[in-house]
């Protein structure tokens, strides 16, 4: 029983292996071209996987804008094609798409059948990605999450952790609400749905919500508290339109678990995450 991780080298792929209790195939993704269908069909077929998990995929929200061509091949003609090869083996699927499908106007969190509705490329790419993997295999499991973070790789837990460093202050938007998710949890919460026999679309992150700036303050806090900071600098909250970018971004994306949750029990509140990951950067250095 060998689960085969698409992205092994991203932030979720490294937590999947480290979290994984059974046989795992993680082909380097300088080996694992998952742009070629030849190649992914090929890889898959050898390593005879009874599940497939998508953990690749194109994560520059603004960068997409003026990539789409490239952001729609890796978010969503690469899943198509990694899940027409997981049914090709006879294998399950999950994959994990983002809180970005919807357009943020919703006033409380949005349920796994609530219409999407992104509002840049990037969301549009995933959801893209979503049908396409739902063309291909008849019983996929899809995980919608929302801002990932990992001791180790780029996410803005590190960026933050640098600006404080080399900054006398940091501005930080604050009427962007959403939940904070260490990789950490999730793919626990994987493998524990995975195992569960779970299909059908899931939305799972962390408890509760927060807004960038939120985050923000709540990593400096808890960075001085370990030592992982020496120094507190202002956090300043400032609006959306104070600090464009090239995408939009939904204003509030907090997602309804309850689904997902009923399996795996409630997942533990977002700064407690914060605090285990940072406890992991003081130890690798970061």
């Known amino acids: 029983m060998t689960t085969l ?21 993680a082909p380097p993704e300088a080996d694992f071209n998952i742009l070629d269908a030849a190649t992914v069909s090929r890889i898959v077929s050898e390593a005879r996987p009874s599940l497939v998990i998508n953990a690749a995929a194109y994560t520059a929200v603004d960068k997409a804008e003026g990539d789409a ?21 006879g294998a399950g699927l999950v994959h994990i798409s983002t809180d970005f ?6 006033s409380v969190p949005y349920s796994p059948d609530a219409r999407p509705a992104p509002l840049g ?43 404080m460093r080399e900054r006398d202050q940091l501005k930080v938007v604050a009427d962007q609400i959403g939940t904070p998710t260490h990789a950490d949890s999730l793919s626990r919460a994987i493998w524990a749905l995975t195992a569960a026999g779970v299909t059908g679309t899931h939305h799972w992150t962390d408890a509760g919500a927060a807004s960038w700036y939120d985050f923000a303050v709540a990593i400096q806090e808890e960075a001085l508290a370990i030592g992982l900071l020496d120094r507190q600098v202002p956090v300043v909250p400032i609006r959306t339109q104070d600090y464009p970018t090239p995408a939009r971004r939904p204003a509030m994306s907090v997602l309804d678990k309850s689904s997902s949750w009923a399996i795996t029990g409630p997942a533990a509140h977002w700064r407690v995450e914060l605090r285990a990951a940072l406890a992991a950067m003081k130890e690798l250095g970061a």
């Open 5 to 25: 991780i698409a992205g092994s080298q991203g932030q979720l792929g490294r937590a999947l292996q480290a979290t994984a209790s059974g046989a795992v195939s």
């Open 121 to 163: 490329v990037y969301g549009a790419t995933k959801l893209a990605g979503e049908e396409a993997v739902r063309a291909q295999h008849p019983a996929p499991l899809i995980i919608r999450t929302a801002w990932v973070y990992a001791a180790a790789g780029n996410n803005f837990v590190k960026t933050m952790l640098r600006l």
């Open 69 to 89: 061509a490239a952001a729609h091949a890796v978010n969503a003609t690469a899943a198509g094609y990694l899940a027409k090869a997981a049914v090709d083996a």
């Open 101 to 106: 499908v919807f357009d943020g106007t919703s």
